[in-house]
């Protein structure tokens, strides 16, 4: 029988980009020795979908069919979880973004790697390209591009959802797999993953499958940076203390928010020395990202998904997923509301 492979995308509101993703994924190849059924599963977030129109574009006689559902819940952890659902009785699953396109030869690589290691998870590199005139740190930041930060093969203790194959004996085991309470703040792929490596699967590296990222103009201000960087260390603080809670817990991840910090000290001092801009930056993201999990103990985490530019860009769109309404706590969802009650995630602690 064939292997039977899903790939999940979930989006809101970005017509462009999500027709972008979904031409570079119906022109991917299969390995030539393999035996694959592979499908697209796309979740639209938006209740009016607004997604529907672009798919109607894919219909009969594209090498992949494209199965499609509206998760009207707001937040990334329910249409998460819908996609999920939907690939429970496929071998794997694949999570992409939808501002991301496929570069030919991804998917091939992808199954090959897990072919070859026999791995639980295999998560690959993400490049972003940067739009005209992004300000200069960007081109020597690695904050948009995570090629070269490890090697292929190699073990790794967390995932996210950009560019990742998930076997199903993971997400049949680790379930439900992604907690309301980074509804709007993300995370909650870190929190899935971290849990995964805590349950004893392997997460293995491949570095030849990479996928490209669509970088916005609101994403090369230092601005951004900063705010990403806060939001990192508190999902960070946050995803721990769920998975373990306790005293214990508590002085770990406040030792670590001090390292962080304290880090950032030494590479700012470096940096100033040295004249190195890497070090620089590499302080404030360490900094932000260390007052971050200090303020994640609280349950102070930034929601950088709560309003979402419109479609493609323009002005943002009040109550929807991405670019940021200030830093609130994260709160799990409300079990009185019966949307939320019934989703699987509402049984998590």
């Given at each position: 029988?064939?292997?039977?492979?899903?790939i999940?995308?979930?989006?809101f509101?970005?017509?462009?980009?999500?027709?972008?993703?979904?031409?570079?994924?119906?022109?991917?190849?299969?390995?030539?020795?393999?035996?694959?059924?592979?499908r697209?599963v796309?979740?639209?977030?938006?209740?009016?979908?607004?997604?529907?129109?672009?798919?109607?574009?894919?219909?009969?006689?594209t090498?992949?069919?494209?199965?499609?559902?509206?998760?009207?819940?707001?937040?990334?952890?329910?249409?998460?979880?819908?996609?999920?659902?939907?690939?429970?009785?496929?071998?794997?699953?694949?999570?992409?973004d939808?501002?991301?396109?496929?570069?030919?030869?991804?998917?091939?690589t992808?199954?090959?790697?897990?072919?070859?290691?026999?791995?639980?998870?295999?998560?690959?590199?993400?490049?972003g390209?940067?739009?005209?005139g992004?300000?200069?740190?960007?081109?020597?930041?690695?904050?948009?591009?995570?090629?070269?930060?490890h090697?292929t093969?190699?073990?790794?203790?967390?995932?996210?959802?950009?560019?990742?194959?998930?076997?199903?004996?993971?997400?049949?085991?680790?379930?439900?797999?992604?907690?309301?309470?980074?509804?709007?703040?993300?995370?909650?792929?870190?929190?899935?993953?971290?849990?995964v490596?805590?349950?004893?699967?392997?997460?293995?590296w491949?570095?030849?499958?990479?996928?490209?990222?669509?970088?916005?103009?609101?994403?090369?201000?230092?601005?951004?940076?900063?705010?990403?960087?806060?939001?990192?260390?508190?999902?960070?603080?946050?995803?721990?203390?769920?998975?373990?809670p306790g005293?214990?817990?508590?002085?770990?991840?406040l030792?670590?928010?001090?390292?962080?910090?304290?880090?950032?000290?030494?590479?700012?001092?470096a940096?100033?020395?040295?004249?190195?801009?890497?070090?620089?930056?590499?302080?404030?993201?360490?900094?932000f990202?260390g007052?971050?999990s200090?303020?994640?103990?609280?349950?102070?985490?930034h929601?950088?998904?709560?309003?979402?530019?419109?479609?493609?860009?323009?002005?943002?769109?009040?109550?929807?997923?991405?670019?940021?309404?200030?830093?609130?706590?994260?709160?799990?969802?409300d079990?009185?509301?019966?949307?939320?009650?019934?989703?699987?995630?509402?049984?998590?602690?």
């Open positions: 029988m064939s292997t039977s492979v899903a999940a995308v979930i989006t509101r970005r017509p462009a980009l999500l027709h972008g993703l979904l031409t570079s994924l119906q022109a991917q190849e299969l390995p030539e020795d393999g035996d694959y059924a592979i697209i796309v979740v639209d977030n938006d209740a009016e979908g607004s997604a529907k129109r672009v798919l109607e574009e894919f219909g009969a006689g090498p992949y069919p494209i199965e499609s559902v509206v998760e009207p819940e707001p937040g990334i952890p329910f249409a998460r979880e819908r996609s999920v659902a939907l690939c429970w009785n496929d071998d794997a699953l694949v999570f992409v939808d501002d991301e396109v496929a570069p030919p030869g991804w998917l091939k992808l199954l090959k790697a897990w072919e070859s290691t026999g791995a639980d998870v295999v998560t690959g590199p993400v490049k390209h940067l739009p005209p992004a300000p200069p740190w960007n081109h020597y930041s690695d904050v948009h591009d995570s090629t070269g930060k090697t093969g190699e073990e790794l203790r967390k995932a996210y959802t950009n560019n990742t194959l998930v076997s199903r004996r993971v997400y049949h085991a680790v379930t439900p797999g992604f907690h309301p309470a980074f509804r709007y703040t993300g995370s909650s792929d870190l929190h899935f993953f971290l849990r490596h805590r349950a004893g699967f392997r997460i293995v491949c570095e030849e499958a990479c996928i490209a990222e669509e970088v916005p103009v609101g994403r090369t201000t230092l601005h951004w940076l900063v705010r990403r960087a806060f939001r990192s260390g508190s999902g960070d603080t946050i995803s721990r203390l769920l998975i373990r005293a214990i817990s508590y002085l770990l991840v030792a670590y928010a001090s390292a962080r910090v304290i880090s950032a000290i030494g590479f700012a001092l940096g100033l020395l040295l004249g190195r801009k890497t070090h620089l930056l590499k302080a404030v993201r360490r900094f990202s007052v971050g200090l303020a994640g103990i609280v349950g102070i985490n929601d950088e998904y709560r309003e979402r530019h419109g479609a493609d860009g323009g002005e943002p769109v009040p109550g929807d997923l991405a670019a940021g309404a200030g830093p609130e706590s994260a709160r799990l969802a079990p009185g509301r019966a949307s939320v009650a019934d989703h699987p995630d509402a049984r998590l602690p």
